[in-house]
T-cell receptor, first 108, second 116 residues
Framework: AQRVTQPEKLLSVFKGAPVELKCNYSYSGSPELFWYVQYSRQRLQLLLRHISRESIKGFTADLNKGETSFHLKKPFAQEEDSAMYYCALTPSDDKIIFGKGTRLHILP | EPEVTQTPSHQVTQMGQEVILRCVPISNHLYFYWYRQILGQKVEFLVSFYNNEISEKSEIFDDQFSVERPDGSNFTLKIRSTKLEDSAMYFC??????????????FGPGTRLTVT
């Protein structure tokens, strides 16, 4: 079954502290993995994708096929990082399967 | 930067009524999608649309749902006879790289549908 699991509904982190949002996936093939972010009162937007190995707004995510994980990390949290983060995978067809999301709350 | 737009932002309807949710995808995009998010739950795929036909649909997308691209710019989702459980946020998305899944999709701001 195709599934994305984000075990934390809410993660509170102090400003300046490291952030790690966990994501595990279940998929038998080679999925494309993404992180989407939704800031307050804004639309869902693509944050980063595993294939490009990019760093966006200081966030990175490494695909670990052995652990079927795609955790999102940032070394130093900023207040503007407060948002809802969704891990997602695209299987071989053209839909996105989302996790339930993790609300990241950055404490001052 | 071009964006996907959706109207209305909030729609209230009575059970059994038909609703049409409208989306204007990004102009050069060819692949269109509808998702929904029931309050407190995950975003769920409903349907994808390419070349004027449905590419894929989920089990949620039953005979009560239909999609259309009536005029080359709008992309609509119709629910024929709404049920209470259709209450959700409905997101439209579009992509210009449907054949290359690694590019992701661009989402609209959503329409909140409330069925009473």
């Amino acid at each position: 079954a195709q599934r994305v699991t984000q075990p934390e509904k809410l993660l509170s982190v102090f400003k300046g502290a490291p952030v790690e949002l966990k994501c595990n996936y279940s998929y038998s093939g080679s999925p494309e993995l993404f992180w989407y972010v939704q800031y307050s009162r804004q639309r869902l937007q693509l944050l980063l994708r595993h294939i490009s190995r990019e760093s966006i707004k200081g966030f990175t995510a490494d695909l670990n096929k052995g652990e079927t994980s795609f955790h999102l990390k940032k070394p130093f949290a900023q207040e503007e990082d407060s948002a809802m983060y969704y891990c997602a995978l695209t299987p071989s067809d053209d839909k996105i399967i989302f996790g339930k999301g993790t609300r990241l709350h950055i404490l001052p | 930067e071009p964006e996907v737009t959706q109207t209305p932002s909030h729609q209230v309807t009575q059970m059994g009524q038909e609703v049409i949710l409208r989306c204007v995808p990004i102009s050069n995009h060819l692949y269109f999608y509808w998702y929904r998010q029931i309050l407190g739950q995950k975003v769920e795929f409903l349907v994808s649309f390419y070349n004027n036909e449905i590419s894929e649909k989920s089990e949620i997308f039953d005979d009560q749902f239909s999609v259309e691209r009536p005029d080359g710019s709008n992309f609509t989702l119709k629910i024929r006879s709404t049920k209470l459980e259709d209450s959700a946020m409905y997101f439209c998305a579009s992509s210009d790289q449907g054949w290359d899944y690694s590019y992701g999709q661009y989402f609209g701001p959503g329409t909140r549908l409330t069925v009473t």
